[in-house]
């Protein structure tokens, strides 16, 4: 399911501004689809991922779980990437605004103040250059405190998850620890349902409403945005947020009848494909944006597509080409993430070794 629930996050990074806002209602239908896609379907990635990491890390329960070992492991696996992936935008967006290139598209590293550089840098207070990459700051923050997550889900587990739900859906709530909240709920519940030990295959009977579910309620979210944005009402940021939570669910239940089929089959062999699609997809967007501004063409639709159908491509070559000729660079800038994936199992009979080597 990663390669499925980034390659939808790559829609919501797709560059915008004024002129082309889809609350303008310059391009009718398109403009709905735009934000079905970005601000109602796709905004169930991030929780999604966070839940199944958090699963993934206590699945062998508490008592098999080494905070050293997982934080050091960690440490190369996300944050290690995280800091690697950013930095050389960081580095590549002052080389661009220094000789004039990207002005009025990329922030000035040049000219920020240190404390506004670090946040560039390392996510201290606000989403970093390569935004993105944000999750993989705040997935290393939630693996530094899942010991004490874990406790309190095991002492009280109701309550633990009722409060972080509550900080999740308030709008405009911050509490700096995460730049997102909805991820520290998700990330919990993945653990509450690793100590629990529930059969994640349970629901599967249930696949085809739960995917149907997620596909009406984020068409109605996505009609409710768009008569209402861009400056959206609280009882809808609250709706969006509780979808973003709740649709993960919706998600999940995909990979039931998604492992069946043979693209299912040739996804689950993607292996680090995904993590590099993560890391580079919201670069080269800019670059295309900029390149973009420069055209004189403001058919925003042509935009849209074309970039998608010049992205993918070019991530899959280029995630080739690094690693069969740098191996060792595709591996830091992967996390190690370099195996692929066993020959997939179906749904009904998958190992929980398979399910992580396939995720």
């Known amino acids: 399911m990663r390669i499925v629930l980034i390659s939808g996050i790559v829609f919501v990074h797709i560059p915008v501004d004024t002129a082309s806002s889809p609350f303008n209602g310059t391009y009718g239908a398109f403009d709905w689809i735009r934000v079905f896609l970005t601000e109602a ?17 206590f699945r062998n329960g508490r008592e098999n779980f080494s905070y050293g070992k997982t934080v050091r492991s960690k440490a ?7 800091l690697l992936w950013n930095c050389a935008f960081v580095a590549a967006i002052t080389l661009a605004t220094s000789v004039g290139v990207g002005d009025g598209y990329l922030p000035d590293a040049l000219h920020a103040s240190s404390r506004d550089l670090l946040t560039q840098v390392l996510a201290l207070e606000d989403f970093p250059a390569n935004v993105p990459l944000y999750f993989l700051r705040d997935l290393f923050v939630c693996i530094l405190l899942s010991p004490l997550l874990a406790w309190l889900i095991s002492r009280a587990p109701i309550l633990t998850l009722t409060a972080l739900l509550v900080v999740a859906l308030i709008p405009e709530l911050s509490i700096y620890i995460v730049l997102k909240r909805s991820i520290l709920f998700s990330f919990s519940l993945g653990i509450f349902v690793a100590l629990q030990q529930y059969d994640l295959k349970a629901l599967d009977r249930f696949a085809p409403l739960g995917v149907f579910l997620l596909l009406a309620a984020s068409a109605l979210l996505a009609t409710v945005i768009f008569f209402t944005g861009p400056s ?29 089929t043979r ?31 420069k055209s004189g063409v403001d058919f925003y639709p042509l935009f849209f597509v074309a970039s998608l159908a010049l992205l ?33 199992a179906s749904h009904q009979d998958v190992s929980p070794e398979l399910v992580s080597q396939q995720r």
């Open 312 to 344: 993918f491509p070019f991530l899959v070559f280029s995630n080739g080409l690094c690693r069969a000729n740098f191996p060792r660079l595709y591996a830091v800038l992967t996390g190690g993430r370099t195996k692929r994936s066993a020959k997939p």
């Open 41 to 57: 379907l796709f905004r169930v990635g991030v929780p999604c991922l966070s839940a199944i990491s958090g699963y993934l890390l």
């Open 76 to 82: 190369q696996t996300v944050f290690l990437p995280f």
């Open 263 to 293: 693209l299912g089959q040739r996804l689950a062999k993607t292996g680090s494909l995904s993590f590099w699609i993560f890391c580079a997809h919201y670069p080269l967007l800019v670059f295309l944006w900029i390149l973009w501004g």
């Open 232 to 260: 959206l009402p609280d009882w809808v940021q609250l709706f969006r947020n509780a979808l973003a939570i709740v649709g993960a669910l919706g998600f999940w239940l995909l990979s039931a009848p998604l492992i069946k």
